[in-house]
């Protein structure tokens, strides 16, 4: 046989293991063949050719890996069973860039699943390897790396702890400031991934100085990038104190305000969860943003946005309203009872029901004045609603009670407390008779229209089925009337002159 034609063996050879790993990895895209291949024993016949002398075997081999360990964790799983991963993490160091972005994959496949998966990268080397490639010349290669890092820190704080050891965090930083906006957009969303965990890791990325990069990116034409932005900066914000006047001195406001308004809906909610991450810390930050026209724009945004998304902007509202009450008059003066009180009645989910019962009960606390503008908003009886309705979860139910207690203590509105008399439980008709017990003593025409629209003979007849405080405040209500009045409104009473008609007797 000569030289040629044994040649024309190891030229077929080639040219077989490059079809059957392309077919693979076209293969591999389509669900319906992922479970036939896997019985096949498709990760043993692929694990050699990673270790292939022709790179674009390699390349190939690692590519159709990753989407099958991408499909499911227990594809992930054999891709770690196989011992895969020290070959792709040997190999990451050696090679070209094509091979270097192919094993990134397949690492960023396999740690997206689970903590342990994820672990099982990060005992493999991984992160010592995937590091260097953040300083690749090629931006598709930092991707790759940078993708692959945040999926190993979104899991625990242990991950992302050993994340930030590795070094990667100056690293990021450097890649958010590059021109390619794919690679700021992994760069944010990796970042995010470490903030998210605990102050300390925050702390981490603050010190290497990303809150100087991300802030200005908030205006950048790219809805994808922005999202990315407004999301890590809310995780920093939202530790402490330190790290929110951290984001804030970044000037993100007023720039941050106009995101509410973006065209993109991820943006707007990234945006309102940022700003609530903000608010809920100290009054001076409600205040600032109060200031910088908060307010009407967070009201804007929960009328307008729907479902889920209308969650941090509630929120954000009942933030701010709690801390005094001159941020939640600025609530009312945005006209923010309306939306809240919507979003109460309309909205389908009980945890954003709860929210804004939460939200409105923030607001009413305060004063009287705040008090009757949400009496005068016809908030107080859907409260009740929420309270009583048997379909509501308890958390609906718990937060609709306190924010009722809240507004009622303060309320002074008798005309928005008489309705409730009648159709509140016990604990509630508690609350609205002891404002009609401190209030009528003072007030001829309260009293007047209190024995107009039924209150009085109403209590007349609640007053034969009670005991306790509810009793005591019907006394306090009945002193505020003459006796003969009292009387008259009781229901014994036409039962009494009947009795009268018969122990009369006429003067013929």
Request: glycine share 4%.
């Amino acid at each position: 046989m000569s030289g040629v034609s044994v040649l024309q063996h190891f030229e077929a050879y080639q040219k077989s293991r490059v079809s059957f790993v392309q077919a693979v990895a076209e293969a591999a895209t389509r669900p319906q063949n992922i479970e036939v291949m896997q019985n096949a024993g498709v990760m043993q016949l692929l694990r050699p050719l990673l270790l292939d002398n022709v790179p674009s075997i390699q390349q190939s081999a690692a590519l159709a890996l990753g989407r099958l360990a991408n499909y499911s964790d227990d594809l992930a799983e054999a891709v770690v069973g196989n011992e895969i991963l020290p070959q792709l993490v040997y190999s990451l160091s050696e090679q070209n860039r094509f091979y270097k972005k192919a094993a990134a994959f397949v690492l960023r496949a396999v740690a997206k699943h689970s903590p342990d998966l994820a672990q099982a990268v990060v005992d493999s080397g991984a992160l010592d390897a995937l590091v260097p490639c953040l300083e690749e010349f090629d931006p598709t290669v930092k991707e790759s790396a940078a993708w692959a890092i945040g999926y190993i820190a979104q899991h625990t704080a242990e991950l992302a702890q050993n994340v930030v050891d590795a070094g990667t965090v100056p690293l990021l930083v450097l890649c958010i400031q590059e021109p390619e906006i794919t690679l700021k957009r992994i760069s944010a969303s990796a970042m995010s991934d470490i903030c998210k965990h605990s102050p300390e890791l925050a702390q981490a990325v603050v010190d290497a100085g990303a809150v100087a990069y991300l802030a200005p990116l908030i205006v950048h034409p790219d809805a994808k990038l922005k999202r990315q932005v407004c999301a890590c900066l809310a995780q920093i914000a939202k530790h402490s104190v330190d790290l929110a006047e951290v984001v804030v001195e970044a000037e993100i406001f007023p720039n941050i305000l106009n995101c509410l308004k973006d065209n993109d809906a991820f943006v707007r909610k990234n945006a309102a969860t940022c700003i609530r991450e903000v608010a809920k810390h100290t009054p001076e930050l409600a205040k600032l943003i109060v200031n910088a026209g908060g307010a009407s724009a967070l009201v804007d945004y929960v009328s307008e946005a729907q479902g889920n998304a209308k969650l941090p902007g509630i929120m954000a509202v009942g933030y701010i309203a709690a801390f005094s009450e001159t941020l939640a008059l600025a609530i009312i003066v945005s006209k923010g009872v309306m939306p809240l009180r919507e979003a109460l009645v309309a909205e389908p989910e009980d945890h954003i029901k709860a929210a804004s019962a939460w939200s409105l009960g923030q607001i009413g606390r305060h004063t009287p004045d705040h008090a009757r503008a949400l009496a005068e908003g016809d908030v107080l009886r859907h409260l009740l609603a929420c309270m009583v309705h048997e379909a509501s979860s308890d958390d609906l139910k718990t937060k609709s009670k306190r924010a009722l207690k809240a507004i009622l203590a303060k309320c002074t509105h008798l005309q928005a407390l008489q309705p409730l008399l009648r159709d509140s439980p016990v604990k509630v008709q508690k609350y609205v008779l002891k404002q009609f017990a401190q209030l009528l003593p003072h007030d001829v025409e309260a009293r007047r229209a209190f024995v107009q629209n039924g209150g009085l003979q109403f209590l007349q007849e609640l007053n034969e089925s009670v005991e306790g405080k509810l009793k005591e405040h019907i006394e306090m209500i009945n002193n505020c009337y003459p006796s003969e009045i009292v009387e008259y409104y009781s229901p014994n009473y036409s039962k009494a002159l009947l009795e009268k008609i018969d122990e009369f007797q006429p003067q013929v």
